[in-house]
């Protein structure tokens, strides 16, 4: 399997090709760029499986590998290699896009690739990227990425109404998509979704959009029925906390 590494800082390019060649034995070539009109050139001559893009590079950021490569060509799965803040790693989070972050840690690394070598050619890296690059251009989150069989589903946040784990799936209640079981466990949406407001965990089990509250019902302990009509259970100690939510929306 060959793999491109694309970092204006040659440190950084050492450090991620000692640790794939030590660490991910399924590759077989590393190659390298300083830039990203460089990589770009690399991609088509190689045909990579696996590139690892550093998002702030000078001359034009990896966001921009949008605006060189067709679609077509984009037969390559990318994970971001970035020491960016913590609002750039819950934008990639939420395009459900890898990344590693600096330093890089040899068991992400070997996770990375190993998840990336099973979705080759079928997780719409450009529409994910497509995504990702709106959301640093109006420095706002609108959407999330969800893996499906046959790659990603982005909706929109307005359009979730409800999430309910089940094991280690979550199953997810939208307006206009239904129902859709997420082969991801409810916390890892909890820590995602943590920024966007509307969202509120009022149960160990369930992560509710506020804006789709249909009505609260005190009997029976107190629970919320939404506009799906599913009835979601409020823990004991978070009674109070969800009234003051709710009356400061």
């Known amino acids: 399997m060959k793999t491109l590494i694309i970092d204006d800082e040659a440190k950084a390019r050492r450090l991620l090709k000692v640790l794939v060649e030590e660490n991910c034995k399924n590759v077989t070539e590393i190659h390298e760029a300083s830039n990203l009109l460089d990589g770009i050139k690399i991609i088509k001559e190689i045909d990579p499986a696996i590139v690892f893009l550093d998002i702030e590079m000078p001359g034009h950021t990896g966001l921009e590998i949008l605006d ?18 913590e609002y750039a790693i819950n934008a990639i989070q939420l395009a459900a896009l890898d990344y590693l972050l600096k330093p890089v840690r040899a068991s992400k690394l070997k996770e990375a690739v190993e998840k990336a070598s099973q979705f080759l050619g079928r997780s719409k890296v450009n529409k994910k990227i497509e ?38 799936y979550t199953k997810i209640s939208s307006k206009s998509k239904g129902e859709l079981l ?51 259970s409020i823990s004991k100690d978070k009674t109070d906390e969800f009234m003051a939510v709710m009356q400061n929306i």
């Open 68 to 85: 060189f490569i067709d679609r077509d060509e984009f037969n390559f799965e990318i994970i971001f290699t970035t020491a960016y803040s």
């Open 131 to 168: 995504e990702l690059k709106k959301v640093f251009e109006s420095q706002s989150f609108k959407k999330i990425g969800l893996p499906v069989k046959d790659g990603v589903e982005f909706i929109a946040f307005e359009d979730i109404i409800m999430m309910e784990a089940d094991g280690m």
């Open 182 to 232: 997420i082969s991801k466990p409810l916390k890892y949406f909890v820590e995602v979704l943590k920024t966007v407001p509307v969202f509120y965990k009022p149960h160990r089990s369930f992560l509710i959009n506020l804006q789709h509250i249909q009505k609260y019902v005190k009997s029976d302990g107190g629970y919320i029925v939404m506009e799906n009509n599913k009835s979601v």
